[in-house]
């Protein structure tokens, strides 16, 4: 097996056994622990050794038996250690996979949106902490504070590993789902630094909402979660020239994107929205699947997209929303129709400042011919944006239209 093979099987395995040791013995952070040594321990002996017939048992073995010993060893907890070391560890590991029950434990309520999201790419991703921090462009000791005070405060709110019932179960569900949908737009479209985008944050988003589709198949927002996701990913290749430098959806080489995410993410979209409830997810989805259909941008159906826009600002009111909706009215309705329902969004907190509505008023601007206007709004928000790439483009289309 290949060392990328290998670190791709690792990580899928690594949640499936911290979800089972913490089912056995609910300590989320001593398993943890466990479990990153059986893992290490699995990168050194299986290339040499070759990898077991049955890896997840191997692993949930390792980590159980590592578990025991240093209970062994903690002399504080020895009424508890005698309990529990007393356990045999079992040779046949149930044939279980507990990934959702440790995504909806990583994604506690009691977490902040940005602890949820370290600890879920920590715990379930099997990403390192330097990983994480890295993404997040935080020193790697910030970032194990950060961790360390989730595990402190799910421990403290007394968390049982299990599914909830009822109308519990549907909230913390959306949690874990909007907890995906951060770290992939992450992935898409870093927030700071030089690159647009993160892949490795994008495929590990992708693949921890295949594993939660998997076991919710008939759920239709985790299916349009991962349409979502795979649609939008799909592009990923023509969103930059070979400089790094962004190229808008507009302007990009359609025969680059992928035809095999957009084909599966087309059906998955079909399906959810064949449906008995109507999500953000689905209609957002609905809304990639509208631009993936068209061959050329001037063949993008918007006034179906606009329409989609407003039944999400209906049933999920969002400033962004309300943006992005304005986007699709100028193509309807011409950009002064834009520029009017961006004027309803001046007042709201939530946008003051943000580079996106000074980048789209930009643009509106200069479909007005207000040349002047679009080069103060386009100066505005690349100073608004950490993310390098989005710098340089603003900058140069402002540079554009100065000298238009």
Not at 92 to 117: E, G, N, Y
Not at 198 to 225: K, M, S, W, Y
Not at 343 to 355: I, S, Y
Not at 361 to 370: F, K, S
Request: glycine share 6%; net charge neutral.
């Amino acid at each position: 097996m290949t060392a990328p093979a290998l670190e791709d099987l690792l990580r899928a395995l690594t949640p499936q056994v911290l979800g089972a040791l913490v089912r056995r013995y609910g300590q989320f952070e001593g398993c943890e622990d466990a479990v990153q040594e059986a893992v290490l321990a699995a990168t050194v002996q299986w290339p040499a050794e070759g990898v077991p017939h049955h890896p997840r048992g191997w692993l949930t073995t390792v980590a159980a038996r590592r578990f025991v010993d240093q209970l062994r060893s903690d002399q504080a907890r020895r009424e508890r250690e005698s309990a529990t070391a007393a356990e045999v560890v079992p040779e046949d590991v149930p044939d279980t996979d507990d990934t959702l029950l440790l995504l909806f434990l990583c994604c506690h309520p009691t977490l902040t949106a940005a602890s949820q999201t370290a600890l879920t790419l920590r715990a379930v991703g099997g990403l390192t902490t330097a990983e994480i921090a890295r993404a997040f462009l935080v020193p790697e000791a910030t970032m194990a504070a950060r961790i360390s005070r989730a595990k402190q405060r799910v421990k403290a709110a007394g968390s049982t590993f299990g599914l909830p019932a009822g109308a519990e179960r549907e909230e913390r569900l959306r949690v874990v789902l909007h907890v995906l949908y951060l770290i992939f737009n992450e992935g898409y479209t870093a927030s700071s630094g030089r690159a647009l985008h993160r892949a490795d944050l994008a495929h590990e988003a992708i693949r921890l909402t295949r594993t939660v589709h998997a076991q919710l198949p008939e759920d239709d927002e985790v299916t349009g979660l991962l349409a979502l996701m795979l649609l939008t990913h799909a592009r990923r290749a023509a969103r930059t020239t070979a400089d790094g430098d962004l190229v808008p959806l507009d302007e990009q080489d359609r025969t680059r994107w992928d035809r095999g995410l957009i084909d599966e993410g087309t059906e998955l979209v079909k399906g959810a929205l064949a449906g008995r409830s109507l999500g953000p997810y689905q209609l957002q989805a609905a809304i990639a699947a509208t631009h993936a259909d068209a061959t050329t941008a001037k063949e993008t159906n918007w006034p179906q997209v606009h329409a989609l826009y407003l039944i999400l600002e209906r049933i999920a009111p969002n400033p962004m929303v309300t943006l992005n909706r304005a986007i699709a009215l100028a193509e309807t309705e011409g950009p002064r129709a834009g520029l009017a329902l961006l004027a309803t969004l001046d007042d709201d907190a939530r946008l003051a400042g943000h580079h996106r509505l000074l980048s789209v008023r930009a643009h509106l601007l200069e479909q007005t011919g207000d040349t002047a206007g679009a080069h103060a709004h386009y100066r505005r928000a690349a100073k608004a944006t950490a993310s390098l790439a989005e710098q340089r483009y603003l900058e140069s289309r402002a540079a554009r239209v100065r000298t238009a």
